[in-house]
Nanobody, 116 residues
Framework: QVQLVESGGGLVQPGGSLRLSCAAS????????IGWYRQAPGKERELVVG????????NYADSVKGRFTISRDNAKNTVYLQMNSLKPDDTAVYYC?????????WGQGTQVTVSS
């Protein structure tokens, strides 16, 4: 079955960095785009960035442009989110998402907290 497992979250000070990973299994990873989303307390889930199947296309939210970088390693069935210059407003649960044959799959999420 399709599984998406996020990892790499934690507590970091403002200005710090984290790298999140989304490990996928149960489908042909290389032919599907993957998205990173986040949901802060009391807010709707929002797209952070998406990456196309072979990594040639990306789509960043304006709020993270220049600070976050998405990449994928199709040999490892993993998508990464490098987050630099983190701000308190980046605090949220981060999820990865895949849409496969019109069905949406989410991971369980990983908590990112940016605080001094």
């Amino acid at each position: 079955q399709v599984q998406l497992v996020e990892s790499g979250g934690g507590l970091v000070q403002p200005g710090g960095s984290l790298r999140l990973s989304c490990a996928a299994s149960g489908f042909t990873f290389s032919v599907y785009g993957i998205g990173w989303y986040r949901q802060a307390p009391g807010k709707e889930r929002e797209l952070v960035v998406g990456i196309s199947a072979f990594g040639g296309g990306t789509n960043y939210a304006d709020s993270v442009k220049g600070r976050f970088t998405i990449s994928r390693d199709n040999a490892k069935n993993t998508v990464y989110l490098q987050m630099n210059s983190l701000k308190p407003d980046d605090t949220a649960v981060y999820y990865c998402k895949a849409t496969i044959l019109n069905k949406v799959y989410w991971g369980q999420g990983t908590q990112v907290t940016v605080s001094s």
